[in-house]
């Protein structure tokens, strides 16, 4: 069994804009559609902004469009919204209008970073707060009013905190800045909300935008990994046959397996689900949450934050586990290994036994490889990266973009398997972890 694991760093080979940055600059020059509706073009002091940012020309002219486009106010009752002829942009407005979590990403420095995982763990930083916050109250109680957060954006935000030169009498000018009081329980639905509303924008931009790029590169490696031979009978053999995905796009099927006729249902999992335009908020099933951070005597029982958790958003959103069948296939065939390895050694005959042992190890121990493309073996994913590469009978090969790429996913693996293990499957021989340099994007092959 062949497996392939791809993450974010496999768009991004194919110069798709993925990162999470690339969404946030997205979502900014989205806002002055809709608050400029005065005339049809966009001003000449911000055209700068809007069209000569570093981005991919083809969503940079779809943006355009859509300033230059027409667009109407309409009125329903004592509320006023703006609508173009993009009815997908439309809805990703309203998702990200006064969208909590949009907000506070633009205004805070993490937005300059590269990689999910600090977008996730940005999230995780802010819940845990709140939480700490909910465990100085004693008793434990969701229902009690938010006094103080120690996060300073959301605490500005939702919290009568008043700024000191308003502290001394000034009864009046207090008033005008109060808000109104809010529990934790109401701040929890509020932010939850909003990350489902902000998941959902993010699936509007991979699929009305992301993957209507044309693209141009392909990598040698995933096509040799992906390709079709045939045996010596002639007969059609697939070379590598399941695919663990943690990104949400279909760039994978569609540019090296659209042309063969592959179960992609059974075998490509999705394991943070997949963009979909079709769906809504309450059918989306794209997993974007954070990792336990609780001890293990309390997260079973507060459970306040818990759809917050990736956790509990896999489960919820029944999202991809078939790797765990495949898991289990490696697991058996081991297993089957070691029973016939049992029987051989009542082989009397020195020679005989030594030519039996070699031969259980190519049969079992030769076929079976994972391969790693574009993902950084952050423990983040620790649970599926060990029950992969932590098999006797499998070689795993990561490919790496740079020195400092291969760097970095060392010291991740490290995290992952521990110093021991990698040692011990990276040396000698035998070794089973291979890292691999990636070899340069080549032009499509139309």
Known sequence: MNILIIGNGFDLAHDLPTKYTDFLEFCKRVFPIYENVEGRGVHLYQQEYLFDWNFNKEIKEKLKSAYEGRRKIITDGNIAQIETTYPRLDEMYALIKDNNWVEYFL???????????????????????????????????????????ENKFFNDKFTNNVPEYLQINIVEEQEKIRKPEISYKE?????????????????????????????????????????????DRGQKDTLFSKIISFNYTDIYEHIYLSKYNIDLHNNIDYIHGKADINNTIDTNNMVLGIDEYLSK?????????????KIYQRIHKR????????????KRDFADYLTELEKSKTEKNIMNLK?????LKKQYLNKHHVYIFGHSLDVTDKDILRDLILNDNVHTTIFYHDKDTMGQQIANLVKVIGQ???????????????????KPMTPIDN
């Open 355 to 359: 030519a039996t042992v070699s031969k």
């Open 319 to 330: 999202t991809g586990c078939k790797y765990k069948e495949w898991i289990d296939a490696l």
């Open 187 to 231: 701040l929890r639905n509020i932010l939850l909300a909003d990350l489902n509303k902000l998941i959902r924008a993010f699936e509007i931009y991979l699929t009305e935008y992301v993957e209507k790029i044309d693209i141009k590169v392909i990598s040698p490696d995933i096509k040799e990994i992906a390709a079709i031979s045939y045996n």
């Open 107 to 149: 205004q805070c420095d993490m937005h300059g970073k590269e990689n999910w995982i600090d977008f996730e763990s940005e999230i995780s930083d802010v819940i845990q707060s709140i939480s700490k916050g909910i465990d100085e109250n004693n008793p434990r109680n969701m229902h009690n009013n938010v006094l103080c957060l």
């Open 420 to 438: 021991k293990e990698l040692i011990r499957r990276a040396g000698g021989k035998d070794k089973l972890i291979e890292f691999k340099p990636q």
């Open 297 to 309: 005597k309390r997260r079973d029982k507060e459970t306040e934050f818990i759809a917050f958790k």
